[in-house]
């Protein structure tokens, strides 16, 4: 079997960016533009440089290595993905794909390849959406799919909205629009990603070989009621935002349930405020993540949930649902993927195409340029969680498939 990548190198960077994070010991919280978001943007760059790369941060914080054509004015064949984290996830979730990059820089050196197109390596911001709610922030500026005014309406728990965030880690958000890459200017977009399913591990199968994404919606919802004493305000004369949302939330999984599909319907969030026990809440946050492979089925989900959120306001609640997310399901590129499973299969690997049912920048990127995405397997299918694992040699079965692309794309 013919191997190009190193997995001892691949765990040194893998672990090396994990030391960047808010929960020692308790998984990955990395949130954009946060302290332990800024060592891990200063450990990538050197890395990247160290690889042989030019390295940039753009104007809304990604981290973008490159390494130059023979013929620099060729669109480059871009390989990334995010280093952002949800609130006690994986070192692996869009840290692999980052890694990948890396990884497959250092073979282009080691091997003293020079490709004639430039190739461009990408650590991305907010894909999680974690800090400012959506999520894919990154590829959605890049593929010019975010409104500009978003910086001033997107905000984090605190109320620091993601252009005030910006200004604190030393970026312009006036000067964000100089992010948006220009039609045409990416000739492929390559992501390496942790599975985060049970699947290729349960079939034994060494990469997977995504062709499309299922689409998704994410809602936020904002109970507001009357605070009051615990104590002395009698039960009918309370307007108690928790009542309001536990009737919401009591029927929402119902309704995914009932229109089948495969659609998935979570609720992961959820704020009551202000948190006293002797209070009434006054007001209670939650969101709302659907998900299906049909359009219309989200479509569908999204407006059922809808409905039944505003049925259970009145009586003196206010109710307010806001779409911070909607994304169509995606076909990646039919030709990038016959070419990454033709590499699979030279590569002595046992391959199978996948649908995702995880949001990934490439189902963004794919709307502004061909895409790729492959999979890696996930221990126990676990994701999202201080369990997430992949085995670096299996990692490294995935960087070589997207190594042994890059270089068809690339080289002369
Ligand atoms: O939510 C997702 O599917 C991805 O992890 N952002
Ligand atoms: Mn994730
Ligand atoms: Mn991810
Ligand atoms: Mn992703």
Redesign the pocket.
């Known amino acids: 079997m013919t191997r190009f990548s190193d997995p001892q190198r691949i765990q040194r960077l893998i672990e090396g960016l994990d030391r960047f994070t808010a929960t020692p010991g308790e998984g990955t919280t990395r949130l954009t533009y946060s302290p332990e978001f800024r060592q891990a943007a200063d450990f990538l760059r050197a890395e990247m440089e160290s690889a042989g790369l030019t390295v940039r941060e753009d104007e809304v914080g990604n981290v973008i290595g490159r390494l130059e054509g023979s013929n620099p004015d060729l669109a480059p064949v871009m390989i990334g993905s995010h280093f952002d984290s949800v609130p006690n996830g994986g070192k692996f979730?869009g840290q692999a794909g980052v890694v990948a990059g890396i990884e497959i820089a250092s073979l282009f050196r080691d091997r003293g390849l020079m490709p004639e197109r430039p190739i461009e390596f990408i650590g991305m911001i907010e894909?999680?959406g974690t800090r400012f709610g959506g999520?894919m922030v990154a590829s959605r500026i890049l593929a010019g799919r975010l409104d500009m005014g978003s910086f001033d309406a997107l905000a984090d728990d605190d109320g620091i909205t993601m252009a005030e965030a910006m200004a604190r880690f030393g970026l312009d958000p006036a000067q964000a629009h100089r992010a948006v890459l220009k039609p045409g200017s990416v000739y492929a977009f390559l992501e390496l990603h942790i599975e985060q399913g049970p699947v290729l591990e349960a079939q034994g199968d060494d990469v997977g070989i995504v062709d499309r994404v299922v689409g998704m919606a994410q809602l936020k919802v904002t109970f507001r009621g009357q605070a009051g004493h615990a104590g002395t305000t009698p039960m009918n004369a309370r307007r108690d935002a928790l009542v309001g949302a536990v009737a919401a939330l009591s029927q929402l999984p119902d309704l995914a349930c009932a229109i089948g599909q495969d659609a998935v319907l979570t609720v992961g969030k959820l704020e009551v405020h202000p948190g006293g026990a002797n209070v009434i809440p006054d007001l209670v946050t939650f969101t709302v993540d659907i998900r299906a492979p049909k359009d219309e089925v989200v479509r569908t989900l999204v407006e059922r949930s809808r409905s039944v959120i505003e049925q259970a306001g009145g009586n003196g609640l206010t109710v307010k649902v806001e779409e911070q997310l909607f994304v169509s399901p995606v076909l990646l590129s039919v030709e990038l993927h016959s070419t990454l499973t033709r590499h699979a299969g030279t590569l002595g690997l046992k391959s199978r195409t996948m649908v995702s049912g995880?949001?990934?920048d490439a189902m963004i990127m794919a709307q502004f340029a061909p895409t790729g995405l492959v999979f890696v397997p996930s221990r126990n299918g676990i994701s999202h969680a201080p369990e997430e694992w992949t085995d670096y040699e299996q990692l490294a079965r995935g960087v070589d498939v997207v190594f042994a692309t890059v270089c068809e794309l690339t080289l002369p």
């Open positions: 979730d894909e999680e999520g995880a949001g990934h």
